[in-house]
């Protein structure tokens, strides 16, 4: 008796002191200023995470070897610096890691060129252009929102493209450079861009159907499909590997495509709608994301699982879907939503079958 009392008077504090805690966290969340100091992780806005997390990461020898040792990635740039790059241009390469794209810039004929990043990756690409003779480039450590300068440039040259094509803040960074430091008239390397969404089957042997849909030797697990994960993630499935994707059901067409020259961050979209002829009858496992960098008509960039000439170091995602047979003929109506773009788990998608004939 004694002991189930004591029980009952644990469990009433435990709840008074989470009421409390909650209270407490409401009356801070109305004093940002104070917050701030108590929780200076938890204030930070997801753009200043990011940033942080950037920094960081592309600090590190092994991303930049993966970046650089992707050949079809390095040989889309150095071509269309090649060709785009005049002599005496004034050139902001931003985000310029180990400032490789800074030096074939340089080395096309660029009058300056104001290589920028906050990563510590700079001090060696300092080291790197005394050691190869580049020349005409100035490394700059900042974010580039800090960065100004009082006669504006002919190029920008970027390469801020991620996995999902938007969420290493592409739009945001470039345009805010477009609209403060480039020239009318002025070039954006690359600025037109692709992204698709297409329903794929993947192969049998990579294929991972969600829990609740499995059966394993008559071990039934419908009963958890009520327990669904509720974190955006468990419904990403990230790849790199060709063999991942088996084939799409239609034909690619991009869901979003434009131009940097032009794009207004805040008129994006934030719901698309496409649909798709299925000619290639097949289990649906979910929509593989990619996206396509275009630079002339013979220049394009692809992070394609079907792609043979795509660019390695890219993942490409696939947002989860229930498994679903579909046959040559029927239609998928498509849609996918994202509150930011440049946040993946904002994501949502949803499909629905059309068959040929059917009311």
């Not at 009433?12 to 108590?38: C, D, K, N, T, Y």
């Not at 985000?95 to 990043?117: C, E, H």
């Not at 294929?207 to 419904?235: I, K, M, T």
Request: hydrophobic share 40%.
């Amino acid at each position: 008796m004694t002991q189930l009392r004591i029980q009952r008077i644990s469990v009433g504090v435990f709840s008074l002191v989470r009421r409390g805690l909650a209270r407490f966290r409401a009356w801070l969340h109305a004093r940002p200023g104070l917050e701030a100091w108590i929780y200076p992780e938890a204030s930070k806005t997801p753009e200043a995470r990011y940033r942080e997390y950037n920094g960081w990461v592309f600090g590190h020898f092994s991303e930049q070897e993966r970046m650089l040792a992707d050949r079809p990635r390095m040989d889309f740039y150095h071509a269309g610096i090649s060709r785009h790059i005049r002599p005496g241009d004034r050139v902001i390469d931003l985000g310029t890691g180990t400032g490789v794209l800074a030096a074939f810039a340089a080395r096309a004929g660029a009058g300056k060129v104001y290589a920028i990043d906050h990563s510590r990756i700079l001090k060696r690409a300092r080291k790197l252009a005394a050691h190869n003779g580049v020349q005409n480039v100035e490394f700059i450590a900042a974010h580039s929102k800090d960065f100004s300068l009082e006669e504006k440039v002919d190029v920008i040259l970027h390469e801020q493209m991620g996995d999902w094509l938007f969420n290493e803040a592409m739009v945001a960074n470039v345009t805010e450079l477009r609209d403060r430091l480039l020239k009318p008239g002025g070039s954006i390397l690359p600025s037109r861009f692709e992204l698709y969404c297409e329903p794929a089957k993947l192969r049998d042997e990579r294929h991972v159907p969600f829990l609740w849909e499995l059966n394993v030797h008559g071990y039934d697990y419908s009963c958890l499909e009520r327990n669904r994960p509720q974190e955006p993630a468990y419904y990403h499935l990230h790849g790199s590997d060709c063999g991942m994707v088996e084939h799409f059901l239609g034909e690619e067409e991009p869901a979003l495509a434009f131009d940097l020259h032009s794009l207004v961050e805040r008129d994006m979209p934030h719901e698309l709608s496409w649909s798709r002829i299925v000619t290639r009858a097949g289990r649906l496992d979910g929509f593989a994301v990619y996206f396509r960098a275009l630079l002339d008509e013979d220049l394009r960039l692809s992070s394609s699982p079907l792609d043979p000439g795509r660019a390695p170091h890219w993942g490409f995602e696939i947002l989860r879907t229930a498994c679903e047979r579909f046959e040559v003929g029927d239609t998928l109506d498509i849609t996918l939503r994202a509150e930011r773009w440049q946040d993946p788990d904002s994501w949502r998608w949803s499909h629905v079958k059309r068959i040929p004939n059917s009311k």
